[in-house]
């Protein structure tokens, strides 16, 4: 019996809230100021590299945060098990952090980033993963805890942002990464400590060897090799024919981003081919596996324009947002806790109303939820065409726009984000589970990459073409929402009965 004294649930979730929180806030602290470091001029020490290449940089780094998460998945599934991923993968981002702190060339902190990046995809979906084993029976009660650790991240973004980005921009960019360690580090020490009593024989062993007694429960084949290697050998003809037509490009910053981009969703597409027609799966877990690919490409849409807020929302803020207050500068890089701290408020009431529409047989089904947040998505960067059609004039935008834009995108956020984490633990196959995790940030890898991507092309010399730009991503919000939404009801039916 586990001991329900977290709000209804087990301590073991505290445990994971405060880690995970830590983490967040070196990871948000320090995304707060990256872009900013990467393009700023070089007065204050910062590198001053041209928009198009200060983006792409900063779109590869986060992309592979996520895109790591697959293979962490698999370490964890196959050979470490969860406890021991994440104890790992935090002693990788900690020591990432201190790198970046200390780091005096443009080589040591690009290594700096990569030991983050690592360390990162073995932590993120694990930790994840562990949250779900708390709830072997499901159902709402999981969704519940989702929302709780959910609230875990957006605190500790929040604090993050603030004090990360304070420091680094306004006292020293070094300074600012040492903090970013230094959180790490006090949520591996407390994943440590105190997992060793409230997550006792949770993620010990890893899932593929370990005795399944639940309800997913099935005698499966085996994997078939077979399809695994016609389909690694399809990839690799695929890449040849992509280099040496000249379609992918790896000489230089923007050639590695736009070829990631291209990496990431053929290796995603045929991890799913290969489950779905060499997985060893029955009928009933494909159809699952189905809808969670749907899942995966519409979060991709919704991250790439929700992620905006460290890549073009912040050049907006930083060079077109009027935030001086009674004579004081706010930092630009705190209008990225904006949406954090709109979660702490809104994730309750955001609860609750699920909660209230649950018990009246009104709650909408996840694919619904989906559409509703990209929906939500889109109207958000309507608000934002409407600002930088006062930018392009000369004048400064109010910070409303912004604040408005960040208030959508974060109830969009809280239809999608929690709701798909919980979906993905409930409906991916149990030996597959940390994979299918990682295939869900894997989402927020392909999102975050076309968010810097898209940045690039806001240049000084480009600010006419702002409105347009963010017009774009406003009809491709409205369309993929209205689209999801007409297709709700047999993507529903696919998930065999799993609310």
């Not at 992309?63 to 050979?79: F, R």
């Not at 709402?140 to 500790?156: C, H, W």
């Not at 379609?247 to 290796?267: E, M, P, T």
């Not at 994730?347 to 699920?354: F, H, I, K, R, T």
Request: aromatic share 14%; glycine share 12%; charged share 10%.
């Amino acid at each position: 019996m586990q001991d329900k004294s977290f709000f209804g649930h087990p301590r073991g979730l505290f445990v994971l809230f405060l880690t995970e929180m830590w983490e967040r806030f070196g990871y948000y602290g320090m995304r707060a100021i990256l872009l900013l470091f990467l393009i700023s001029p070089t007065a204050r020490g910062a590198m001053g590299l041209p928009e198009a290449e200060g983006t792409s940089i900063y779109a590869l780094y986060v992309a592979s945060v996520y895109l790591l998460t697959l293979p962490g998945g698999w370490i964890a599934d196959n050979i470490l098990g969860q406890k021991k991923s994440i104890i790992y993968g935090g002693g990788l981002i900690t020591l990432g952090y201190a790198i970046l702190a200390i780091s005096s060339s443009p080589s040591t902190f690009y290594i700096g980033l990569v030991a983050v990046a690592l360390g990162t995809g073995l932590l993120k979906a694990n930790i994840s993963t562990i949250v779900g084993e708390l709830y072997p029976e499901g159902g709402r009660k999981r969704d519940e805890a989702f929302s709780i650790f959910y609230m875990g991240i957006n605190v500790g973004s929040t604090l993050g942002i603030a004090m990360v980005g304070y420091i680094g921009e306004k006292v020293n960019w070094h300074l600012g990464f040492a903090t970013a360690s230094i959180a790490m580090l006090l949520g591996l020490i407390t994943f440590i400590f105190m997992g060793r009593t409230y997550l006792k024989g949770i993620g010990d062993e890893p899932s593929a060897k370990a005795k399944v007694s639940d309800t997913h429960a099935i005698a499966h084949p085996p994997i078939n090799k077979n399809v695994l290697y016609t389909i690694v050998g399809l990839l690799v003809v695929f890449y040849a024919v992509l280099h040496f037509t000249g379609k992918i490009d790896f000489s230089n910053a923007q050639g590695l981003a736009n070829a990631a981009g291209i990496i990431i969703v053929s290796i995603t597409v045929a991890y799913f081919l290969f489950i779905l027609l060499g997985g060893g799966l029955n009928t009933v877990e494909k159809k699952r596996v189905a809808v969670l690919g749907v899942l995966f490409f519409a979060v991709s849409i919704f991250w790439s324009g929700f992620e905006q807020a460290a890549t073009s929302f912040q050049i907006f803020a930083s060079r077109h947002t009027e935030r001086t207050f009674f004579g004081w500068e706010m930092p630009s890089s705190w209008f990225q806790f904006f949406n954090a701290a709109f979660i702490v408020m809104l994730a309750p009431l955001v609860n609750s109303l699920w909660a209230f529409l649950e018990k009246r047989n009104m709650n909408p089904s996840t694919p619904v939820k989906f559409a509703i947040g990209l929906i939500l998505m889109g109207v958000g960067f309507y608000v934002m065409v409407l600002g930088a059609n006062i930018a392009v004039t000369g004048v400064k935008a109010s910070f409303i726009f912004l604040s408005v834009t960040y208030v959508l995108h974060t109830i969009g956020e809280l239809s999608i984000s929690p709701v798909g984490l919980s979906s993905y633990t409930k409906l991916a196959p149990r030996q597959y589970v940390s994979q299918f995790m990682g295939i869900w940030f894997v989402g927020a890898s392909l999102g975050n990459l076309i968010a810097g991507i898209f940045a690039g092309g806001f240049t000084e010399g480009n600010l006419q073409q702002m409105p347009s730009l963010f017009n774009q991503v406003f009809v491709i919000g409205i369309v993929s929402g209205l689209v999801l939404l007409l297709f709700a009801k047999p993507i529903k039916k696919w998930m065999g009965g799993i609310e």
